[in-house]
């Protein structure tokens, strides 16, 4: 098949935009005439210092970042940030709240647990993370560190259509999954952090937008790495950056630009989802997982009444090129990513095909 036959739903890493791929194959053995590739560039150079800097720039202007925020390109994931923020954030015996509504935030309080009192906050892991608390349902302690939340559930595919509030206790925001999709005021967070390979670039970057009050009272025992105070002095090269990740995030936010900026992009999310809830709300046969006034238009998850039928779906998806819509491994049933560089056309198409195996496989 070729590209434009293609549509790709991957959860992540997931789809980048063709023209930016393009722009990349282009310049990718002789980087603007300096004869060398980004891949090959010291990351001291003037050349990568450039594209570094603009590349930061961008991402400032793109989401509003205030100045009392920095911008941090790290590694290890999404997950490294999971052990960073209670290491950073919190002394021992300290309290943090949490609030449980999918995987990977059931993931980050588990391994906060080891530095510090974790605060249950909300949890919906008894429906099987189907929905959003609402903020009266928040029990917070007033003693806690941070308020750590997961504004987009991947897995689960329920999104946050609120920004909790919490007094002053400091917001932290695992965004991986959401990031750049729509405007956020910054400057209630404390922390935001995403790995980029869901909505920004290949895999091995990781953005931390971090205010700088914030930074600097690590615990001793952090590692040199994991200290945001240490990356925020070396704008991030304490070591080798992730470099050629943080090139193309820069072609990426060029591309999202054109597009309207976040505002662009949310105006396009927002009816792509809406034409896949519409149709699963007509269904006879397939039915939305996550309950309405929470569901997540980044990645729409939905099922038939058996596993054989989601089995049967995903290999005609397959045959007519929609790829990567069979669900997480945990959470059963089919997820559409709906990302930042998913066209229009294949929500369209999804929802084509979907009518096609609803007439046939009709119960
Ligand atoms: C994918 C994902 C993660 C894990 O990211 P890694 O970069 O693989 O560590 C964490 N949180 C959310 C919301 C995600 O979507």
């Avoid at 935030?105 to 647990?113: F, P, Q, V």
């Avoid at 929609?322 to 990513?337: D, E």
């Amino acid at each position: 098949m070729t590209r434009v036959e293609v549509f790709n739903f991957s959860a992540g890493p997931s789809a980048l935009p063709t023209p930016v791929l393009e722009k990349a194959a282009a310049e990718l053995v002789n980087y603007r005439g300096s004869g060398l590739s980004v891949m090959e560039m010291s990351h001291r150079s003037r050349e990568f210092q450039d594209i570094f800097n603009d590349t930061k720039a961008k991402l400032r202007a793109a989401l509003g970042v205030p100045e009392s925020h920095e911008i941090l390109f790290l590694q290890g994931g999404a997950s490294l940030q999971f052990s960073m923020v209670p290491m950073n954030l919190s002394a021992e015996g300290d309290a943090a709240d949490y609030a449980v509504t999918g995987n990977f935030a059931r993931i980050a309080a588990k391994e906060a647990e080891k530095y510090c009192r974790v605060n249950v906050a909300a949890s919906s892991e008894a429906t099987l993370f189907d929905r959003i608390p609402a903020q009266e349902e928040l029990r917070l302690d007033p003693a806690a560190r941070y308020f750590y939340y997961c504004s987009n559930n991947t897995i689960y595919g329920t999104a946050w259509n609120y920004v909790p509030e919490t007094g002053d206790v400091p917001l932290v925001c695992d965004m991986s999954s959401e990031i750049l999709s729509r405007p956020v005021d910054v400057s209630r967070f404390g922390l935001i952090f995403a790995g980029a390979q869901k909505n920004m670039a290949p895999a091995g970057l990781t953005v931390v937008i971090v205010r700088r009050s914030l930074a600097g009272h690590e615990r001793p025992i952090t590692p040199l790495m994991m200290s945001y105070q240490r990356m925020i002095d070396k704008d991030s090269m304490y070591n080798t950056p992730p470099c050629y990740n943080i090139y193309l995030l820069g072609l990426v936010l060029d591309w999202l630009k054109e597009q309207g900026g976040v505002e662009g992009m949310e105006r396009v999310k927002r009816a792509r989802a809406k034409l896949v809830y519409d149709y699963l709300a007509e269904s006879r046969l397939f039915r939305p997982c996550a309950r309405e006034g929470s569901r997540s238009d980044m990645n729409v998850t939905f099922r038939t009444p058996s596993p054989e039928l989601d089995a049967e779906f995903v290999k005609l998806s397959v045959e007519r090129g929609m790829r990567n819509l069979k669900g997480h491994r945990v959470a059963g049933g089919m997820r559409a990513s709906l990302y930042n560089a998913m066209p229009m056309e294949g929500a369209v198409k999804l929802v084509e095909i979907m009518k096609e195996f609803e007439v046939t496989h009709h119960v």
